[in-house]
């Protein structure tokens, strides 16, 4: 396996159990494309020799194509779920979402946003928000338990949720309270699962799935981004991961559940907008969405990630180790490029 991995915040442990937790993204071995489904659009245009990349293309990691950005975004309302995975407090990536969200309605959908940045625990917040015009965003931030669950800048999200309140749009609080998430990593799962809390928000007997391959992934680039850790530190953050991925994967589903997301509905698909590491390889969330439906799922996934001229050869081995369906190229945020762990 060939291992390029990065990372945005200080590979420290207490970083890691801090509020808004990181993942790091490697390269990996690549996987089928979208469970057997067939891209619906025309065929892509071939890319050619080195800097041939651009801001804002879009390249299908399938083929390395290049494919048309506006027939792309006209093809995606025939989707059950879209992944974005960003790189944190990227407002390129912030705008991504945003055209992805504008064709879906201008498809006449109602898309569902299900949204990392906000905890189980802050979702009646969240709901009270997007219904009532009047409440003030002070007191939402507070119901929402902004600051328990992620705590970094509200404004870098905050088009989001004002796009989903002026359209009317369901949101869904994506993590798990992340007291949960910080007992699992210094408890372990198994200890963690004994705690109230957990029975209380629906995990106790939750089926929590520890893939061979998934885990592979994640403790390697645990052990790149935060060296000298002990086993058990790396164990728990670890099993820390497959929690929250799980919990997510289980909203994801029962919002797809209650919205009566699929054919013939006009509510859907459900855009998630989670970091890049949640659906690496379709490992973290779109692999544990798809093992609940025996009948299939439609999922789409799409990486986004800065584009810098020097780093074509990066590009080149997103698309040929399968990072996700589609690699999104956008111009680089305000806080720069992610940091790689090496």
Not at 132 to 158: C, I, V
Not at 176 to 195: F, I, N, T, Y
Request: aromatic share 10%; hydrophobic share 40%; charged share 25%.
């Amino acid at each position: 396996m060939t291992v390029r991995t990065f990372f945005s915040r200080p590979p420290l442990l207490v970083q890691w159990l801090g509020l808004g937790a990181m993942f790091c993204m490697t390269v990996a071995e690549p996987l089928p494309l979208i469970w057997g489904s067939e891209s619906p659009l025309r065929p892509p245009s071939p890319v050619v020799g080195f800097g041939s990349f651009r801001e804002w293309q879009l390249l299908e990691a399938r083929t390395g194509l290049a494919v048309p950005l506006e027939e792309w975004l006209d093809s995606l309302a025939s989707w059950d779920v879209i992944y974005l995975g960003e790189e944190h407090r990227n407002r390129f990536h912030i705008d991504a979402a945003l055209r992805v969200l504008n064709a879906l309605i201008a498809k006449g959908r109602k898309p569902v946003l299900a949204i990392e940045m906000f905890g189980w625990d802050g979702q009646t917040g969240l709901d009270r928000y997007l219904a009532e015009s009047d409440m003030a965003k002070s007191q939402f931030l507070e119901e929402a338990r902004w600051r328990e669950n992620w705590g970094g800048a509200y404004e870098d999200y905050e088009p989001l949720i004002a796009f989903a309140r002026e359209h009317r749009l369901p949101v869904r609080a994506l993590n798990p309270p992340h007291s949960l998430v910080r007992q699992v990593a210094k408890r372990g799962l198994a200890e963690a699962r004994a705690d109230l809390e957990m029975a209380r928000w629906g995990m106790a007997q939750e089926e929590i799935v520890d893939d061979p391959v998934y885990r592979e992934t994640i403790v390697r680039q645990l052990r790149l981004c935060h060296g000298g850790g002990s086993d058990a530190d790396y164990q728990g953050m670890y099993e820390a991961s497959m929690f929250r991925d799980e919990a997510m994967a289980k909203t994801i589903v029962e919002a797809l559940r209650t919205f009566q997301i699929g054919p013939g509905s006009q509510m859907g698909p459900i855009l998630s907008y989670t970091g890049g590491g949640h659906i690496q390889y379709r490992l973290p969330v779109p692999k544990r969405v798809a093992r609940r439906f025996s009948d299939g799922v439609r999922q789409l996934t799409v990486y986004l990630s800065s584009f810098q001229a020097d780093r074509q050869d990066e590009i080149r081995e997103l698309l040929k180790d399968g990072i996700a369906d589609f690699l999104w190229l956008t111009p680089t945020g305000s806080q720069g490029p992610p940091r790689r762990c090496r």
